[in-house]
T-cell receptor, first 116, second 111 residues
Framework: GAGVSQSPRYKVAKRGQDVALRCDPISGHVSLFWYQQALGQGPEFLTYFQNEAQLDKSGLPSDRFFAERPEGSVSTLKIQRTQQEDSAVYLC??????????????FGEGSRLTVL | EDQVTQSPEALRLQEGESSSLNCSYTVSGLRGLFWYRQDPGKGPEFLFTLYSAGEEKEKERLKATLTKKESFLHITAPKPEDSATYLCAVPPDGGSYIPTFGRGTSLIVHP
């Protein structure tokens, strides 16, 4: 498909387990963003990549959260030793331009993480 | 302090009953204000970008307007398929262009 693809769509983890969430952005999109969305809230920024460079990780809530985009395309968000408060939908978005602020991000459908 | 505040949190309308959603922002130097639509179980979908006070954008039954302190999303004669959560976002103060989102307004349009 032509859109942003995220997998898995749903993940149930036991507290303390590690999880990895994958994002496949639109081909050719330079910028990639990860957001966390709790139930009934707006998306909260986690981290931003331009190609393979992680330019902003100020939104990552703890050192248990780690993101990478090694070849400037697919990205993985990893959460170590999951906690119940990590339960949320994790949204990935990509955009074509970085130098012009159009505000147009293309979002995937998200990965819903439930930590028991 | 939240940089983007949306109101109301939820809105129920009858089909055809026009209304407006509000987004107020506190960033000192606005570098764009973005509206998105989010359907249940889906990611947000981009609607509009507004850059300066007085600017308006339209798409079907939706019209977005911008003042120096807030933006309105006007919905004219809504239909049930307009039911969704509408999110507003702005880049924060400083150099980043990464959108900071509000909590959204959940709109339900009854037939």
């Amino acid at each position: 498909g032509a859109g942003v693809s995220q997998s898995p769509r749903y993940k149930v983890a036991k507290r303390g387990q590690d999880v990895a969430l994958r994002c496949d952005p639109i081909s050719g999109h330079v910028s990639l963003f990860w957001y966390q969305q709790a139930l009934g809230q707006g998306p909260e920024f986690l981290t931003y990549f331009q190609n393979e460079a992680q330019l902003d990780k100020s939104g990552l809530p703890s050192d248990r959260f780690f993101a990478e985009r090694p070849e400037g395309s697919v990205s993985t968000l990893k959460i170590q030793r999951t906690q119940q408060e990590d339960s949320a939908v994790y949204l990935c978005a990509s955009s074509l331009r970085t130098s012009r602020n159009t505000g147009e991000l293309f979002f995937g459908e998200g990965s819903r993480l439930t930590v028991l | 302090e939240d940089q983007v505040t949306q109101s109301p949190e939820a809105l129920r309308l009858q089909e055809g009953e026009s209304s407006s959603l509000n987004c107020s922002y506190t960033v000192s130097g606005l570098r764009g204000l973005f509206w998105y639509r989010q359907d249940p179980g889906k990611g947000p979908e981009f609607l509009f970008t507004l850059y300066s006070a007085g600017e308006e954008k339209e798409k079907e039954r939706l019209k977005a307007t911008l003042t120096k302190k807030e933006s309105f999303l006007h919905i004219t004669a809504p239909k049930p398929e307009d039911s969704a959560t509408y999110l507003c976002a702005v880049p924060p103060d400083g150099g980043s262009y990464i959108p900071t989102f509000g909590r959204g307004t959940s709109l339900i349009v009854h037939p």
